[in-house]
């Protein structure tokens, strides 16, 4: 496992990070959209113990029906529902001995809450029409934009899965809250955009960086990066 510190966050949040991945235990990442969740929970998987060769895979939950999130988590067989002509391998059992994100985790329903608990606690998923368990080896980063101990107070969020899921906690702050952040992104969303465009901007200038600072970008990163492909295609 390498050392991870994310220049951007605290140290303190970098210290909570270092202790979840030398366990390997379930995180949760909050923040508001577009702030870096993914980001982060990515850069987790690759300095974890089980490294960046490890399987990964992420499943945005807000996207999908309840009956599509059941069969893309678990699998199914074949005959399980209509439409289900075929045998199909769930996102878990393709991730064994990885690392799953679970984006907008408090998106998930109420049914699928529990049995995301039961595999959460005895590591087995049984695929949808089939009474057979298979014991899976997959760490779960999990993230949402919610208040899911509100969500629990109201019902609507199993409380013994928030637990679960939130042995460890890491809140993202808008852009505007962490300026520091801006100059990190912007300097990885460069590279990328060099890269994608063929071209070779090195930097910012100093009145643009006094420009990203100011700026409370209420899109947060994803503004950002917009910005950034923008001005690197016009550069």
Not at 66 to 74: D, K, T
Not at 112 to 134: H, M, T, W
């Amino acid at each position: 496992m390498s050392l991870i510190n994310i220049d951007h966050l605290s140290p303190q949040a970098n210290a909570v990070l270092r202790a979840a991945n030398a366990s390997d235990s379930t995180l949760l990442i909050t923040g508001s959209t577009g702030t870096g969740k993914s980001h982060l929970a990515y850069e987790l998987h690759k300095h974890s113990r089980r490294g960046a060769s490890a399987r990964w895979n992420k499943i945005n939950l807000a996207t999908l029906s309840e009956n599509l999130i059941e069969s893309e988590l678990f699998g199914h067989e074949r005959g399980a529902f209509t439409g289900a002509d075929a045998k199909r391998l769930g996102k878990l059992e393709l991730c064994n001995g990885g690392t799953i994100f679970l984006d907008e985790i408090g998106e998930l329903p109420v049914r699928l809450q529990a049995k995301l608990l039961d595999f959460i606690q005895y590591k087995k998923i049984c695929p949808v029409g089939s009474n057979r368990e298979i014991s899976i080896d997959v760490r779960i980063i999990a993230a949402t934009n919610k208040n899911l101990e509100a969500a629990v107070k109201r019902g609507e969020f199993r409380a013994d899965l928030f637990h679960r899921l939130n042995v460890f906690q890491i809140w993202m702050p808008d852009l505007a809250l962490n300026p520091r952040a801006v100059l990190v992104f912007a300097k990885e969303f460069l590279e990328k955009q060099n890269e994608k465009l063929e071209k070779h901007t090195r930097g910012f200038s100093k009145e643009v960086e006094v420009i990203f600072r100011l700026h409370t970008w209420p899109g947060n990163i994803r503004e950002l990066e917009n910005v950034i492909e923008f001005a690197t295609a016009m550069e």
